[in-house]
T-cell receptor, first 111, second 114 residues
Framework: DVKVTQSSRYLVKRTGEKVFLECVQD?????MFWYRQDPGLGLRLIYF???????EKGDIPEGYSVSREKKERFSLILESASTNQTSMYLC??????????FGSGTRLTVV | DQQVKQNSPSLSVQEGRISILNCDYT??????FLWYKKYPAEGPTFLIS?????DKNEDGRFTVFLNKSAKHLSLHIVPSQPGDSAVYFC?????????????FGQGTELSVKP
């Protein structure tokens, strides 16, 4: 069964910490995405990547960066966590022309 | 600028009846539309899709209708079941562009009551 795996289901971090969210897919997909889900706002795209070492800003990239050193792994980095980054973070992958496969999500709380 | 909008945050339906979830979009270049279903503490899962060259696609109890002139799509669930209770997101993309990047709506929380 194909999978997108997010390393943590729940995380609690302190304001100002550097936070790494990891995502791994086993489907050899070209494209990977990071979204955050907030009530009333739906899923908003933070960053995406079409290929190794390539990255593109989404709609809300401020305060975030990403890394894609290997095709199967796409990391989201919160450079200095803030309370307004408390959210559900969802990673997805896709092959161009097809829909996404999502991971189970990481619920991040910044205190 | 919200390119994909779901104007109803919630919908409550009796078991066995029809559920109709609506979605509007503004970009006439979108050519592929999808619906995802999300349970709490899980990632969204793909439900059904439709290409802009069609106006209807059916899969079991789920049917998606696309009205391109109105820039509107809807998801019909017949008959509704309690297990259908979830948040439903519609999404749109430029099929082969931008890696199939999806633009999502805000979601509609469906509650199906026994």
């Amino acid at each position: 069964d194909v999978k997108v795996t997010q390393s943590s289901r729940y995380l609690v971090k302190r304001t100002g910490e550097k936070v790494f969210l990891e995502c791994v897919q086993d489907m050899d997909h070209e494209n990977m995405f990071w979204y955050r889900q907030d009530p009333g706002l739906g899923l908003r795209l933070i960053y995406f990547s079409y290929d190794v070492k390539m990255k593109e800003k989404g709609d809300i990239p401020e305060g975030y960066s990403v890394s894609r050193e290997k095709k199967e792994r796409f990391s989201l980095i919160l450079e200095s966590a803030s309370t307004n980054q408390t959210s559900m973070y969802l990673c997805a992958s896709s092959q161009t022309g097809h829909g996404y496969t999502f991971g189970s999500g990481t619920r991040l709380t910044v205190v | 600028d919200q390119q994909v909008k779901q104007n109803s945050p919630s919908l409550s339906v009796q078991e066995g009846r029809i559920s109709i979830l609506n979605c509007d979009y503004t970009n006439s270049m979108f050519d592929y539309f999808l619906w995802y279903k999300k349970y709490p503490a899980e990632g969204p899962t793909f439900l059904i899709s439709i290409s802009s060259i069609k106006d209807k696609n059916e899969d079991g109890r789920f049917t998606v209708f696309l009205n391109k002139s109105a820039k509107h799509l809807s998801l019909h669930i017949v008959p509704s079941q309690p297990g259908d209770s979830a948040v439903y997101f519609c999404a749109a993309s430029l099929y082969y562009n931008q890696g199939g990047k999806l633009i999502f709506g805000q979601g509609t929380e469906l509650s199906v009551k026994p």
